[in-house]
């Protein structure tokens, strides 16, 4: 009898691939993935630890699972990821009937710690070294990246996979939590990032995003020679079926030429950058210690417009941070209203125990104020997102599909019909169309008709016949 898993994610993508990799690892085992928890054997949360907010729904998550767990004794439940890694032991004071506790650089254990809570041994904690509990190279071992061979069929869609290149973090912003969770940063070797991306490839994969905190301060040394993240697109770009190449998160400090040189010249990645600035003051980027000046991020911005002008620039932004003036909050406006993102995330401020942030500063800002701050900043960007959009009515964009878009989903239209599709332009748009869903996985030609501030809606074009609209006669 085969066991069933069920695995709830939240998070960045890193926990999008964690999830990937814990998946595989255990169907490898003879695991099968369960509906719900009804069905499930095991029963894993992956979470996150960036903000409070993430933290309390995982929480109350749990905490519905008491009873469960008493009525069901049998069934394992794990808790792995930032959260897992950061609070450790109170997971199971706050849960007493969790079985595992798994740290994002300890998840290669996972199935051996099943065994043991299976053998009757008990709870099982299976965490990282704290970034001052011993000499670096141990830290970094106890921080193991993980990432066995990969199955198409536990990605959302075969035709897309996210690549690590890299874990950990080493830059401290003092808001966040990812370097204790995540431990130092670690580039992997290029020889196996390269074979894992020819594995994808041999599985039919297009479009590969490999995923770093700090993306763009990727190094490896071996053998006296220094492998930077240009190198690696280059090298990326010569295997065949693979058609996309994206990359996130950069670090503006470490926008450097040869990788805008790199994306600009190599036809297949993406000119969609996201370069996080998270503020517009000089005085929060300091207490940030985010190691830059609002200046410095204006160069940079302006290098990326002149070497690639069609990139599509999307940004972070923490609002209510530690001591924002609203002074300081204009000077963030401003910048977005300068700088003209396609999107920025916008987050108010939470503090994280154990970051230079909690230690240091006070979360002083009250929670109207963030609260306002955020729509203000949000209202603006949806402005501009709409304004940039509409410069695509009318065009013709090359579309991934990947898949029935919300509205079919919730509608449950019948896959053999026309149904709404979506998918990504290079630059990351989100396209909203009809088709046939045998387009999935293929990249295709959409004439864009309408727009949102973050979809635009189009339909296929099937036939070229001398039309100045650019608009589509036939529809797939
Ligand atoms: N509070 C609010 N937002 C945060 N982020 C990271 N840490 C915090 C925090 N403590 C945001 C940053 C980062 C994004 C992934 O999450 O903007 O770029
Ligand atoms: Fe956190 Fe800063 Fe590292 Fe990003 S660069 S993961 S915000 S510490």
Redesign the pocket.
Known sequence: MPKHLYIETVG?QMNVLDSEMVVADLRKRGYELARDLAAADVILFNTCS??EQAENKTYSALGRLRSFKKQHPEKIIGVMGCMAQKDQQLVFNRAPYVDLVVGPGQLARIPDLIDEVTAGKGQQMAVSMGRKDGPIAEIKRSHETFDPLRDPTMRPTPFQAYLRIQIGCDKFCT??IVPMTRGPEQGRPPEQILAEARVLADQGCKEITLIGQTVNSYKHTSGGKTTRLSDLLHALHEIDGIQRLKFVTNFPKDMTDDLLVAVRDLPKCSSYLHV?A?SGSNDVLARMKRGYTVEDYREMFGRIKATIPAAAVTS???VGFSGETDDDFQKTYDLVAECRFKNSFI????E?PGTKGAELYADDIPFEVKNRRNNDLLELQNRISEQDSQRFLGQRVEVLVEGASDRAKTRGEDAGDIIQLTGRTNDDRIVVFDGNPRLIGEIIPIAIYDVSPHTLFGAVVTQEVGCDSGLPLQIA
């Open positions: 960045c960036v903000r808001y966040c996080p998270q972070d932004f923490i987050f108010k401020y939470s994280r």
